[in-house]
T-cell receptor, first 114, second 117 residues
Framework: ETGVTQSPTHLIKTRGQQVTLRCSSQ?????VSWYQQALGQGPQFIFQ???????GRGNFPPRFSGLQFPNYSSELNVNALELDDSALYLC?????????????FGPGTRLTVT | AQKVTQAQTEISVVEKEDVTLDCVYE???????LFWYKQPPSGELVFLIR??????QNEISGRYSWNFQKSTSSFNFTITASQVVDSAVYFC??????????????FGKGTHLIIQP
């Protein structure tokens, strides 16, 4: 059974640029969630996709957007990067429709905005 | 709004000591789920336990045990006979029922546990 994978591992971008982060869900999982974890903080929920549709969103601006593909892989896009966007971005997949289920997290993408 | 508080920022103990990590939560929902996750230095969150609001039974899994008390809105985690491999950041998290699970997990700020040999 393949776990959740994320790419790239690390990324450095300049303020104002756009970035795309990728996640491959665990086999058989149809729900993916994205979280932002600033240094020394707990993860914060960005949004959740279930069967290719966004069905939940946290307190993040519209410049954070996502996609889920038919094979249940997912992308997180962030436009107009700001310095505060520097964080570890975690992807999690689950079998059920929401955060009630055990979520399997990937290793994360460390984004640095300069 | 939901909230999870982990008041202990960092705990340091010597190997083989018992240690308890505290978690206090706030929610208006009667149906909710509580979780504990472990985050080693590699960064990947590892699931430890899930508990729903209707099940107040304490749980033991090897050296790990959890104490859920609705009366005090607490869900504490105890490691017995700690080992160096237990060193990590531990997060308590909450998922409310009213959102159908689509509102994601609300995490505490985490407790950094250091087990010294």
């Amino acid at each position: 059974e393949t776990g959740v994978t994320q790419s790239p591992t690390h990324l450095i971008k300049t303020r104002g640029q756009q970035v795309t982060l990728r996640c491959s869900s665990q086999s058989g999982h149809n729900t993916v969630s994205w979280y932002q974890q600033a240094l020394g903080q707990g993860p914060q929920f960005i949004f959740q996709y279930y069967r290719e549709e966004e069905n939940g969103r946290g307190n993040f601006p519209p410049r954070f957007s996502g996609l889920q593909f038919p094979n249940y892989s997912s992308e997180l896009n962030v436009n107009a990067l700001e310095l505060d966007d520097s964080a570890l971005y975690l992807c999690a997949s689950s079998q059920g429709q929401g955060a009630f289920d055990e979520q399997y997290f990937g290793p994360g993408t460390r984004l640095t905005v300069t | 709004a939901q909230k999870v508080t982990q008041a202990q920022t960092e705990i340091s103990v010597v190997e083989k000591e018992d240690v308890t990590l505290d978690c206090v939560y706030e929610t208006r929902d009667t149906t909710y789920y509580l979780f504990w996750y472990k985050q080693p230095p590699s960064g990947e969150l590892v699931f430890l336990i899930r508990r729903n609001s209707f099940d107040e039974q304490n749980e033991i899994s090897g050296r790990y045990s959890w104490n859920f008390q609705k009366s005090t809105s607490s869900f504490n985690f105890t490691i017995t006979a700690s080992q160096v491999v237990d060193s990590a950041v531990y997060f308590c998290a909450l998922s409310e029922g009213s959102g159908g699970g689509a509102d994601g997990l609300t995490f505490g700020k985490g407790t950094h546990l250091i087990i010294q040999p």
